[in-house]
């Protein structure tokens, strides 16, 4: 099969969360099962896009609003990543260091589609499935199967998967002509709540939808920002997929981001490396054990309630606790983050930021990764805290259910039922005490490390999703 991936973020090209990690996983692993997996995304201002080699196999025009675009497609040429990449380039709308966050991100993200699907659209073949990836693919869907100047695309099959319904993408039925030329009795295929909204019409227009998780779909059922009624209403043809993890790029044997690399056999002396090592560079303590957030500071990840968690624990442990912070988003949680750090030193910091190389050495030589998620659709740095033999202290929501269970049900990570200062708190407790039986600790890391969470079997459950 010929599987086209449209999406925001890839990585290494552009990464902000999970979808940039997927989208650069998933193909590759594809391609392991036999089949012709590529990605098309936007050519940001981006190292990648200056430090390799790229040949244009597209070279046209896009009209959005009234202003007319250049835009060419470009393609990675020595298959770097395991797969075929494509960079849509458009001078004056992706030409800058940011993923999102723009006022014409509407028009952006029009722009990426409408371009990419004239690409397809000359081809003397058609690709067997395109498959879109959140809101700023999403409306590909609609125009495959409604817009004239794509008809002959028609009966190509359409999959969305759905990495957070949070962020829908809605603009006004005032750009409406923005998108290409469609009988306007298909109207009603856009809209959602009176607005149009990209994630509703493709899981309106989508053959198939998927979540990242088997969990995520129970619950967008009941907490989906306003399309819960339509996602129940397309559920027969919705599926839950586990997200997996790149084991080749998650792999403390050879990762070489960390300061030791380990193994199962190896992993005391290898945690005990790396965490000598983060603890030097940050003034912590080794001796002590150390809890970690990594991710966007923001209220989906439970981000606005960590310095007051941080400050209730390292008051209540009397400093027998070293805390550390990876993550950027509300600067006001950044602030207050970063004040912990003069009255705690020695027992606590942070670095406000994205840091690629530092998460890494985290996941490396942490004891334990906190997670209070108040939305998860699936989570990877869960899994990642596995690979590396790190214990995950997590909410019981979405993928963090899926993949993690309790000490006290046999399992191997620390789970909590709600995102409160108390919960996770009484969590950070427990952690504690099972620190101290480090007999404990050695076993469950090493059955940790042994867990797959590769995407070898997830990858193949999309392909049975495409067939269906």
Not at 78 to 96: E, M, P, Q, S, Y
Not at 187 to 193: A, E, G, R, V, Y
Not at 274 to 303: M, Q
Not at 431 to 453: F, T
Request: glycine share 8%; charged share 20%; proline share 3%.
């Amino acid at each position: 099969m010929e599987i086209i991936h449209l999406s925001a973020e890839c990585y290494p090209v552009a990464k902000v969360g999970g979808l940039g990690d997927v989208v650069g996983a998933l193909p590759k692993y594809q391609n392991k099962l036999g089949h012709v997996a590529k990605v098309v995304m936007p050519a940001y201002n981006c190292k990648f896009l200056y430090e390799n080699e790229f040949e244009t196999v597209y070279d046209g025009w896009v009209k959005v609003a009234s202003t007319n675009y250049q835009a060419r497609i470009l393609r990675e040429k020595t298959n770097k990543l395991g797969f075929d990449i494509f960079l849509v380039h458009i001078a004056g709308l992706f030409d800058r260091d940011g993923v999102y966050g723009y006022n014409d991100d509407t028009e952006r993200f029009l722009a990426f589609q409408i371009t990419a699907l004239d690409w397809i659209a000359q081809w003397e073949h058609r690709p067997d499935v395109i498959h879109v990836h959140d809101h700023h693919a999403g409306l590909v869907p609609f125009m495959v199967s409604n817009c004239y100047q794509y008809a002959h695309l028609n009966q190509v099959p359409t999959v969305l998967s759905i990495h957070n319904a949070q962020y829908q993408g809605q603009f006004g039925w005032d750009k409406l002509h923005y998108l290409p030329s469609f009988d306007l009795i298909n109207t009603s295929k856009l809209d959602w709540s009176n607005a149009i909204n990209p994630l509703a019409s493709a899981i309106k227009c989508a053959w198939r939808v998927t979540t990242v998780s088997p969990s995520y779909l129970e619950e967008i059922s009941h907490v989906a920002n306003g399309l819960e009624s339509l996602l129940a209403q397309e559920r027969g043809k919705s599926f839950g997929v586990l997200n997996g993890i790149d084991n080749e790029v998650w792999n403390p044997q050879k990762d070489q981001m960390v300061t030791k690399t380990y193994s199962a056999k190896t992993l005391e002396s290898g945690k005990k490396a790396n965490k000598d090592e983060l603890c030097r560079v940050f003034n912590l303590d080794s001796t002590k054990p150390l809890y970690t957030f990594i991710g966007r500071l923001v209220g989906e990840k439970g981000a606005d309630l960590l310095p007051d968690i941080f400050y209730n624990a390292l008051a209540q442990s009397d400093g027998e606790i070293n805390i550390l912070v990876l993550g950027s988003g509300d600067t006001q949680v950044e602030d207050r983050l970063n004040e912990i750090t003069q009255k705690y030193p020695g027992k606590y910091n942070a670095f406000i930021g994205y840091n690629e190389a530092l998460s890494h050495q985290i996941y490396a030589g942490a004891d334990f990764l906190l997670m209070p998620s108040r939305v998860e659709p699936c989570g990877l740095n869960q899994m990642y805290a596995l690979r590396y033999g790190t214990i995950p202290i997590v909410r019981r929501i979405g993928g963090l259910k899926d993949t993690v269970i309790d000490i006290g049900d046999g399992g191997f990570g620390i789970c909590h039922d709600q995102t409160s200062v108390w919960d996770v708190g009484h969590a950070i407790g427990r952690a504690y005490e099972l620190y101290g039986d480090q007999k404990k600790v050695k076993e469950i890391r090493k059955y940790m490390m042994s867990i797959d969470h590769s995407w070898d079997s997830s990858a193949q459950k999309y392909i049975e999703i495409y067939q269906m």
